[in-house]
């Protein structure tokens, strides 16, 4: 009976290899088009910048040389209303509603926190991942 070596997540060693490696060139290559994203943001903000008078549920045409853009409507977003908030505080009452309720950090009297009143840190977040330097290949002689 023949053992079999313990299976790595997310494949064996030379998978492993391969994958990173991939990931070095695809890194590469997402880091040299970052420039071009950028300009496309900027004149995405610059565009929309023109006409801050439309109504939210219009859509219209942005003139080119070669073809159009068009700019959609506004996405439709919903918020609660301080009415709505007095009657969910008295449908959920104040525990309920403390629990339900949501606050942006930027509301704070102090956004930082610094003395940790009102909030606490964990690392919880996403991992990122960065691409080190290359490694030395030992040439054979």
Do not use: C
Not at 41 to 68: C, H, M, N
Not at 81 to 92: D, I, N, P, Y
């Amino acid at each position: 009976m023949r053992r079999r070596s313990p299976q790595l997540a997310g494949g064996n060693l030379n998978q492993r290899s391969r994958m990173v490696e991939e990931f070095i060139a695809l890194d590469r290559e997402v880091q040299a088009f970052k420039p071009q994203l950028l300009r496309h943001e900027k004149l995405r903000s610059l565009i929309l910048d023109w006409y801050p008078q439309a109504a939210g549920d219009e859509e219209f045409v942005v003139p080119g040389i070669s073809t159009d853009v068009v700019v959609s409507a506004r996405d439709r977003m919903r918020t609660v209303t301080q009415a709505g908030r007095q009657k969910l505080l008295k449908l959920w009452g104040q525990k309920g509603f403390v629990e339900k309720s949501h606050v942006f950090l930027k509301h704070l009297p102090d956004p930082e926190d610094r003395k940790g009143l009102y909030t606490e840190q964990a690392y919880t977040g996403p991992r990122h991942l960065k691409v080190a330097r290359a490694k030395a290949i030992a040439l054979p002689a």
